[in-house]
């Protein structure tokens, strides 16, 4: 008979004694289990003692959080929080500086526990620590452990940053800008400032006094990739909270000091793989330098503007400057008229009216005037070639520029804040001082090229500018390092290979529609259905890394997960790092029985995800959540890295529990697969090895060899 829901069989240390093995009841007050813990070793004044967790973490066991312990978990008996809190204050104002050391080596690590953190805030510990540092006296590792301790404790949200004196923030400002100083105060005080920006506004026009961009470039310059992390990560503070005034005076301060060259040479280029959190932070820096764009998109053009109706005529005077102008007034608006529907403006008479639209707003017309200026052959071939042509398939340029801006914007999200946990950044913008521009000129001539092969008219221009959405979309999932690869990988995407791919996308809705075809389908789908399920399995006892998401990212914390080959267990445990193959079940101290498993949510209806849905910087964490819901009324929280990784598991899930899979990646697999195998059925081919099938997210590579005997 299995014990009842609330009571947990634990062991309990203390060092010197035997460990005891109690049933605890989670209906008693943990005052009176630990009165009782504290008699069986006859200790004394139970109330200055706790229990926390003897393996990972070692957090105290509150109240709130006695429900996460399970049945065979180690705790230990320890002093009480506050106890804790009270002796290590002591101890780091002591005179010894042996003692002090210690002191502060145990605080860094209590410091990371909410419960110990209030109890130490409680105490005036912050301001100690602020002392400390203010003095100027430590250096070394006692520094390091001082200024952990201090942004762990800050990191709580106990305390306001707005208390932080301006002391403490030059005294921090001054280890980031000495030319030498050790790497742990080096990343600690780059983190400090971080949050100090992201935390309170005042604060951030303290630290941008006291901090040069060109200091903070240098330190991207090292070889040590997570000082290069940190710095960016500043910089992105720095420059998401500027002023609005001020980001554009900000970035051309960045780009004088040639940020861009240094990025993409010691980071991108550089000899070391990117991993997670630097991917993240240039992804973020790639947004916020592509929402500068955004005042221009939404400023519409004032056709009454001398100055902006003066560039609408410079595009004239660039594409047909070899033309004579008329001396008359009513000639040169004629001839203007007429130039103007060349250039394919949809209002021939007052052009300024096509940019009254926003988005895009100016930014169109600004697209238009580097395209002339800068590639001004290249400008006056599109326009020449199209305004010469009388059988109706001219590409109105004007109006395809307006509307390819527009685009752009929308697959580059210009004007939409960072999404947290996206390391979707591309190398290719990081080459070229004006790499939206040359995204666009690249874009523009594509478009072009699609209407010539698509022998396109006036009436077919919704249908060109979705096929030129939908090159630049599977161009950009390609991630091509630099604009030259960008324009070979757009070479390959010509109207008839995007004609050839939704065919080929389609294949499984269209293809093999007669009854005994069907027939065949119906017949070959439950074996299909059975490999795709021992692979989703056969991956789930592999095992995946998952990221836990904290207050700051770029201190990352993993853990793993993994089915037994018996496939009646979920073992999972915390990592320290992110593992580089598989990892023994011995490592995963923690376990779930299958049979306990009662279902598996995602996204919205996840535990983790509920108050955390309405966040717009959530948004792809919630398509990326899912939970194991198990016996008796326990959760087992995932964020997936990837969409890939998400449709493994959640169908791996599903198919250990008997139910349906049916995520976007089976149906892509299931009607991939089921094609292939109906198509070499009517071959009469024999012993074939089908090649592994790709998932429907190009970025992720897929584990397939599928290997059939046919008869």
């Known amino acids: 008979m299995p014990p009842p829901a609330d009571i947990v069989k634990v062991a309990i240390e203390w060092p010197g004694a035997n460990a005891q093995l109690i049933e605890m009841d989670q209906k008693r007050p943990l005052t009176s289990i630990i009165r009782e813990v504290c008699d069986g070793w006859s200790l004394s004044g139970s109330e200055q003692f706790a229990l926390r967790y003897a393996d990972g973490p070692q957090l105290y066991i509150t109240e709130q959080s006695r429900s996460e312990i399970k049945n065979g978990t180690i705790l230990r008996l320890a002093i009480s929080p506050g106890r804790a809190a009270r002796q290590l204050l002591e101890r780091i104002q002591s005179h010894g500086i042996d003692a002090r050391l210690e002191a502060l080596k145990e605080l860094a690590k209590l410091s990371a526990d909410t419960t110990f953190a209030a109890e130490f805030i409680n105490m005036e510990g912050i301001g100690t620590l602020a002392r400390l540092v203010e003095s100027g006296t430590h250096f070394g590792e006692m520094l390091a452990f001082t200024l952990t301790a201090f942004l762990e404790l800050m990191d709580h949200g106990i305390v306001s940053w707005d208390l932080i004196s301006l002391s403490f923030i030059k005294q921090i400002a001054g280890y980031v800008n000495q030319p030498m100083v050790d790497v742990s105060i080096l990343q600690r005080s780059l983190a400090i400032l971080e949050s100090m920006v992201l935390n309170s506004h005042s604060l951030y026009h303290r630290v941008a006094q006291e901090i040069t961009v060109g200091q903070l470039i240098g330190h991207l310059q090292v070889s040590n990739q997570e000082i290069q992390t940190y710095a960016i990560a500043l910089i992105n503070a720095l420059f998401l909270k500027a002023p609005e005034d001020r980001r554009q005076e900000m970035a051309s301060t960045l780009a004088q000091k040639h940020l861009r060259s240094i990025i993409l040479n010691h980071v991108i280029r550089g000899n070391r793989p990117i991993k997670a959190e630097m991917a993240h932070q240039l992804y973020v820096l790639q947004v916020l330098t592509f929402n500068l764009l955004e005042e221009r998109m939404m400023t519409k053009m004032d056709p009454n503007d001398q100055t902006h109706r003066d560039v609408i005529f410079e595009l004239r005077r660039i594409a047909f400057d070899g033309e004579n102008d008329p001396t008359g007034t009513e000639k040169r608006?004629?001839?203007?008229?007429?130039?103007?529907?060349?250039?394919?403006?949809?209002?021939?008479?007052?052009p300024a009216m096509d940019f009254t639209q926003t988005p895009p707003g100016m930014l169109a017309l600004d697209n238009m005037l580097y395209l002339a200026k800068v590639h001004q052959d290249t400008y006056i071939r599109i326009v020449l070639e199209n305004s010469s042509r009388e059988d109706k398939h001219e590409c109105p340029f004007g109006r395809c520029a307006i509307d390819l801006t527009r685009i752009l914007c929308e697959i580059l999200q210009v004007g939409e804040l960072p999404n947290e946990g996206c390391n979707d950044y591309h190398p290719m913008f990081f080459t070229h001082d004006r790499a939206w521009e040359e995204f666009f000129c690249i874009c523009i001539q594509l478009l072009n090229k699609t209407w010539k092969e698509m022998r396109a008219t006036s009436e077919d221009f919704n249908k060109v500018m979705q096929v030129v959405r939908e090159q630049i979309t599977r161009a950009l999932a390609m991630k091509p390092s630099s604009l030259d690869q960008l324009k070979n990988k757009l070479r390959g995407l010509n109207y008839s290979e995007i004609l050839r791919l939704r065919q080929s996308e389609r294949m499984s809705q269209d293809d093999f529609q007669s009854p005994p075809i069907i027939e065949l389908r119906e017949r070959i789908q439950p074996e299909i259905l059975e490999l795709i399920k021992q692979q989703r399995l056969n991956r789930l006892c592999e095992g995946s890394c998952f990221r836990k998401v904290g207050n700051r990212r770029r201190q990352e914390k993993f853990w793993?997960?993994?089915?037994?080959?018996?496939?009646?267990?979920?073992?999972?445990?915390?990592?320290?790092?992110?593992?580089?193959?598989?990892?023994?079940?011995?490592?995963?101290?923690?376990?779930?029985?299958?049979?306990?498993?009662?279902?598996?949510?995602?996204?919205?209806?996840?535990?983790?995800?509920?108050?955390?849905?309405?966040?717009?910087?959530?948004?792809?964490?919630?398509?990326?959540?899912?939970?194991?819901?198990?016996?008796?009324?326990?959760?087992?929280?995932?964020?997936?890295?990837?969409k890939y990784e998400y449709c493994i598991w959640t169908d791996g899930l599903c198919a250990l529990l008997g139910r349906e899979m049916s995520s976007d990646l089976t149906r892509s697999d299931l009607d991939t697969l089921i094609s292939m195998e109906m198509k070499l059925r009517l071959l009469d081919l024999e012993n074939i090895t089908i090649p592994e099938a790709p998932p429907p997210v190009p970025k992720e590579p897929s584990s397939y060899n599928f290997t059939y005997n046919y008869s």
């Open 333 to 350: 608006k004629t001839l203007y008229a007429k130039d103007y529907k060349m250039l394919g403006f949809t209002n021939h008479v007052n």
């Open 560 to 642: 793993f997960c993994r089915l037994s080959l018996n496939h009646k267990v979920l073992h999972y445990g915390d990592l320290d790092e992110s593992p580089q193959g598989e990892v023994p079940f011995e490592m995963l101290s923690d376990k779930i029985p299958v049979s306990d498993i009662k279902s598996v949510v995602t996204g919205k209806d996840c535990p983790h995800m509920k108050e955390k849905s309405a966040l717009k910087q959530n948004k792809e964490v919630l398509e990326l959540a899912f939970s194991v819901l198990y016996d008796p009324d326990e959760t087992l929280n995932f964020v997936a890295p990837n």
